[in-house]
């Protein structure tokens, strides 16, 4: 099946079960701290993530289901525009993922070039992946205790013209929230004319080639907890390649909190990976690295955010996001 095809059948899936789904408490009482950014809390699992695109691309049952149309989009200097799309029924939901997501605060830890990396740090460059997502997410059961959602998530690769599948859910048990998500995934690496920072010899004696291709699984764990207004999770990425002897371990313990119409975030990452860890402008051998997040965001009305994030994409930067509900 084409991406085209499948991303044409996601939509008709999506609006097909409309007629079958209720109006959310939200929409029915049409309470006021249900408006602008507690939207982007309204999922099973992974509520402190800053929005539902970060969220849907850890676990797709992570999907908001809200009805409507919403778009995100997130900016830095020097890198294009990344746009994410959501979209919802009131039980079932699709989102179109930002494609820079890899190599980010909340994405997995992809392969990378020496030489790539580094450059790519020193100018503030983010990782240009060459995927397109979509996540898919239903809820099977939706009540003030008890919620149970499932998701598929598809990664399109353009170097490999390959479409891979993966699937997740999440629970919600009153404050608790529990979520899984295991999906398979690609990579592509040309070594053409580059001089590593391990050497392109090096490279080409290990696999024999100007190119490296491999396909790999990755797998999401989270436990999270609502106190009200504040929201506490505890995320975990894990990833074995065979391009390197060992394995990749991310775990990431976020938060977020809602005041009036604003939304904190604050998060912490730490990251277990035989990759080479960017420090004071060169490349060292360190095992692990430990980085933080925050962000905020503010309502401007209902209908819109505007945020400033520190670190999104793992480059000390500073971005600004929008987004827009419909």
């Known amino acids: 099946m084409s991406i085209k095809n499948f991303v044409i059948l996601i939509y008709c899936l999506t609006y097909s079960l409309n007629s079958f789904s209720e109006d959310s408490l939200c929409d029915i009482l049409k309470l006021p701290n249900?408006?602008?950014?507690?939207?982007?809390?309204?999922?099973?699992?992974?509520?402190?993530?800053?929005?539902?695109?970060?969220?849907?691309?850890?676990?797709?049952a992570n999907v908001s289901h809200d009805r409507g149309f919403g778009i995100e989009a997130i900016y830095q200097s020097r890198?294009?525009?990344?746009?994410?799309?959501?979209?919802g029924t009131g039980r079932t939901g699709a989102a179109l993922l930002s494609?820079?997501?890899?190599?980010?605060?909340?994405g997995n830890r992809i392969i990378e070039l020496d030489e790539d990396?580094?450059?790519?740090?020193?100018?503030?460059?983010?990782?240009?992946?060459?995927?397109?997502?979509?996540?898919?997410?239903?809820?099977?059961?939706?009540?003030?205790?008890v919620g149970f959602d499932i998701g598929i998530l598809t990664k399109y690769n353009t170097n490999i013209k390959n479409l891979n599948l993966g699937g997740g859910t999440s629970i919600r048990l009153g404050p608790l929230?529990?979520?899984?998500?295991?999906?398979?995934?690609?990579?592509?690496l040309s070594f053409d004319q580059k001089i590593n920072y391990r050497s392109l010899s090096t490279y080409a004696s290990s696999f024999g080639t100007e190119s490296y291709q491999e396909k790999f699984y990755v797998q999401t764990t989270s436990v999270g907890l609502k106190l009200g207004n504040l929201f506490l999770d505890w995320g975990q990425i894990k990833t074995h390649y065979k391009f390197y002897d060992d394995d990749?371990?991310?775990?990431?313990?976020?938060?977020?909190?809602?005041?009036?119409?604003?939304?904190?975030?604050?998060?912490?990452?730490?990251?277990?990976?035989?990759?080479?860890?960017?420090?004071?402008?060169?490349?060292?051998?360190?095992?692990?690295?430990?980085?933080?997040?925050s962000g905020i965001q503010f309502s401007l009305n209902k209908y819109s955010i505007l945020g400033v994030h520190y670190n999104y994409y793992l480059l000390g930067e500073v971005a600004g996001s929008l987004t827009l509900f419909f």
């Open 177 to 188: 929230s529990f979520g899984a998500s295991l999906y398979k995934d690609d990579v592509f």
């Open 248 to 293: 990749v371990n991310i775990d990431i313990f976020s938060s977020s909190y809602i005041w009036k119409k604003f939304l904190l975030n604050f998060a912490y990452r730490s990251e277990e990976s035989p990759q080479l860890k960017f420090e004071n402008g060169k490349l060292k051998d360190k095992r692990i690295q430990n980085t933080i997040y």
């Open 34 to 60: 249900c408006e602008s950014v507690s939207k982007l809390a309204r999922r099973s699992s992974g509520k402190s993530l800053p929005s539902t695109v970060t969220a849907s691309q850890f676990n797709p």
């Open 117 to 145: 990396q580094l450059n790519r740090r020193l100018d503030k460059q983010q990782y240009e992946s060459q995927k397109y997502s979509l996540a898919f997410g239903a809820g099977l059961i939706k009540n003030k205790k």
């Open 79 to 87: 890198n294009s525009l990344n746009l994410g799309l959501v979209t």
């Open 99 to 106: 494609a820079n997501m890899e190599n980010s605060f909340f």
